[in-house]
């Protein structure tokens, strides 16, 4: 069983930062592929990126591509998701992901944490 915990949203204004952190525990973190995602209201959940069990593969939502970064520690257990530029638009319960297997690039998730809000204002 894996656990994950995120923090670090809040209230922002358009052009702010934040770093949304996620914890994990129960499981070996570093054979782990860790995804971020997040749900507007009225929205479907999306994939807002990934970062693989290695760290060398990372992928992104397009609409996030060159504001948003994802890394990993696998000392602390804990993924990272660096939010630069903020647009309203992303405004949206963000949540990090664990697989359903370790050494796996590209997973199915299946751990959820229990989300954290980011409100972006313009």
């Known amino acids: 069983q894996v656990q994950l915990v995120e923090s670090g949203g809040g209230l922002v204004q358009a052009g702010d930062s934040l770093r949304l952190s996620c914890a994990a525990s129960?499981?070996?973190?570093?054979?782990?592929?860790m995804g971020w995602f997040r749900q507007a209201p009225g929205k479907e959940r999306e994939i807002v990126g990934g970062?693989?069990?290695?760290?060398?593969?990372?992928y992104y939502l397009d609409s996030v591509k060159g504001r948003f970064t994802i890394s990993r520690d696998n000392a602390k257990k804990t993924v990272y998701l660096q939010m630069n530029s903020l647009k309203p638009e992303d405004t949206a319960v963000y949540y990090c992901?664990?697989?359903?297997?370790?050494?796996?690039?590209?997973?199915?998730?299946?751990?959820w944490g229990q989300g954290t809000q980011v409100t972006v204002s313009s």
């Open positions: 129960g499981r070996t973190f570093s054979r782990d592929t």
């Open positions: 992901a664990a697989p359903d297997r370790p050494f796996t690039d590209y997973p199915e998730y299946k751990y």
């Open positions: 970062i693989s069990w290695t760290g060398v593969i990372t």
